[in-house]
């Protein structure tokens, strides 16, 4: 089954962190680009970072520095970690796997930074 499952959300103070995880089956996951996007409420949903078959990465402004995307292909996972989050970073978070005009999207995950 062709799918992207993530995991890791929560709630979480600011300042704190977070490592989300994407977990991909049924495609050949190192030949995809990888990325994170997220959605709050009332807004569009925003590309939060990228990882291509290449290795590249690109960050969005609001999170370089803070946010690091990688993978390991040993376990068709890609992880965000988000460090020193801050309340705006609340959203919904997504896992997109793109190749071509071929996409799939995870089902999200929540995650919520508040005291």
């Known amino acids: 089954q062709v799918q992207l499952v993530e995991s890791g959300g929560g709630l979480v103070q600011p300042g704190g962190s977070l490592r989300l995880s994407c977990a991909a089956s049924?495609?050949?996951?190192?030949?995809?680009?990888m990325s994170w996007y997220r959605q709050a409420p009332g807004k569009e949903r925003e590309l939060v970072a990228t990882?291509?078959?290449?290795?590249?990465?690109n960050y969005a402004d609001s999170v370089k520095g803070r946010f690091t995307i990688s993978r390991d292909s040993a376990k068709n996972t890609v992880y965000l970690q988000m460090n020193s989050l801050k309340p705006e970073d609340t959203a919904v978070y997504y896992c997109?796997?793109?190749?071509?005009?071929?996409?799939?999207w995870g089902q999200g995950t929540q995650v919520t930074v508040s005291s």
């Open positions: 049924g495609f050949t996951f190192s030949s995809y680009a």
């Open positions: 997109n796997a793109r190749r071509a005009s071929s996409q799939l």
């Open positions: 990882l291509t078959s290449a290795g590249s990465t």
